[in-house]
């Protein structure tokens, strides 16, 4: 119902996708687009979904929008790479903005003089 919706921001959201290492990145949406693809349905267009490694990562069983959302990511080549290399959390508000979010942590770096260097001058 909305994978064609989803695929027609995809070029955009491929870039985002790149920046959100450096800052959360935020897309305003046209709410005509969506409600089209409703078909006069209703339908909760809000959600807020976390994606681990390229899989979807959620408690409750996430709303349809949510699900093609996804699956729209990873059926492209450049933001499938992409989710599978960061933890990223989207939420998608009521005003038709969606947020993306990098929460991957960062590399834990090993200091030079922390190895046991010293371990064998007793």
Do not use: C
């Not at 005509?32 to 339908?43: I, L």
């Not at 960061?86 to 030079?112: G, M």
């Amino acid at each position: 119902m909305f994978v064609p919706t989803w695929n027609r921001y995809l070029p955009v959201l491929k870039i985002l996708l790149k920046r959100s290492v450096n800052g959360d990145q935020t897309l305003p949406l046209n709410a005509s687009d969506f409600q089209r693809a409703a078909g006069g349905r209703k339908v909760k267009f809000s959600f807020s979904v976390t994606v681990h490694k390229g899989r979807l990562q959620t408690i409750d069983k996430p709303p349809p929008i949510a699900r093609e959302f996804v699956s729209v990511l990873q059926q492209d080549q450049v933001t499938n790479q992409l989710i599978r290399q960061f933890d990223i959390v989207f939420t998608f508000n009521n005003s038709f903005q969606l947020l993306i979010k990098n929460i991957t942590p960062p590399p834990v770096e090993i200091a030079e003089g922390d190895s046991t260097e010293g371990a064998d001058e007793e």
